[in-house]
T-cell receptor
Framework: SQQGEEDPQALSIQEGENATMNCSYKTSINNLQWYRQNSGRGLVHLILIRSNEREKHSGRLRVTLDTSKKSSSLLITASRAADTASYFCATDHGSGNTGKLIFGQGTTLQVKP | DVKVTQSSRYLVKRTGEKVFLECVQDMDHENMFWYRQDPGLGLRLIYFSYDVKMKEKGDIPEGYSVSREKKERFSLILESASTNQTSMYLC??????????FGPGTRLTVT
């Protein structure tokens, strides 16, 4: 059962530009998380935003959450070639303390040097 | 740093073989997960475990089983591998609800 839907599916930008990815979900959440995956590797946790938070920063990453619209965005500022990867949002719908997540299909970001 | 390891990076098996994928985490996490990842379908949860010997089905458990005899180890078993189980398999562990830590993945090809 897919929850998170990411938009766009693919994004290509020049180094130094900002990249924005969006995620929408369908039912209420405890928190929403963003992950990065380099080609052929496992996912790496980037940032978690709780349902009562509206914005969170981590280095060049900024995440916003709008629970009324059931959507989130991930902004990567001053992108670098090393940011080239797939980015996934994942939602925690509070099924006990299992940490179970539902992942979106991801946005593939290419940053050209 | 949390480390999640998977027994193989690449694996080639024949149709009908029994396949074991092993996952080990070194941070005493209660929760462990097995996903498969296919192009255009994202990550789909196969099974997860929230304690030793405890398991729950995910979204696509058919054709798979799991075993968790020790807290640090979570095994995924393909009882009789089929070509439609060719995929990237990802294991993850999680302390509670603070995010998941992933292994490097096993790319399984069933011929």
């Amino acid at each position: 059962s897919q929850q998170g839907e990411e938009d766009p599916q693919a994004l290509s930008i020049q180094e130094g530009e900002n990249a924005t990815m969006n995620c929408s979900y369908k039912t209420s959440i405890n928190n929403l998380q963003w992950y990065r995956q380099n080609s052929g590797r496992g996912l790496v946790h980037l940032i978690l935003i709780r349902s009562n938070e509206r914005e969170k920063h981590s280095g060049r990453l900024r995440v916003t959450l709008d629970t009324s619209k059931k959507s989130s965005s991930l902004l990567i500022t001053a992108s670098r070639a090393a940011d080239t990867a797939s980015y996934f949002c994942a939602t925690d719908h509070g099924s006990g303390n299992t940490g179970k997540l539902i992942f979106g299909q991801g946005t593939t970001l290419q940053v050209k040097p | 740093d949390v480390k999640v390891t998977q027994s193989s990076r690449y694996l080639v098996k024949r149709t009908g073989e029994k396949v074991f994928l092993e996952c080990v985490q070194d941070m005493d996490h209660e929760n462990m997960f097995w996903y498969r990842q296919d192009p255009g379908l994202g990550l789909r949860l196969i099974y997860f475990s929230y304690d030793v010997k405890m398991k729950e089905k995910g979204d696509i458990p058919e054709g798979y089983s799991v075993s968790r005899e020790k807290k640090e180890r979570f095994s995924l078993i393909l009882e009789s591998a089929s070509t439609n189980q060719t995929s990237m398999y990802l294991c993850a562990s999680s302390p509670t609800t603070r995010g998941q830590y992933f292994g490097p993945g096993t790319r399984l090809t069933v011929t």
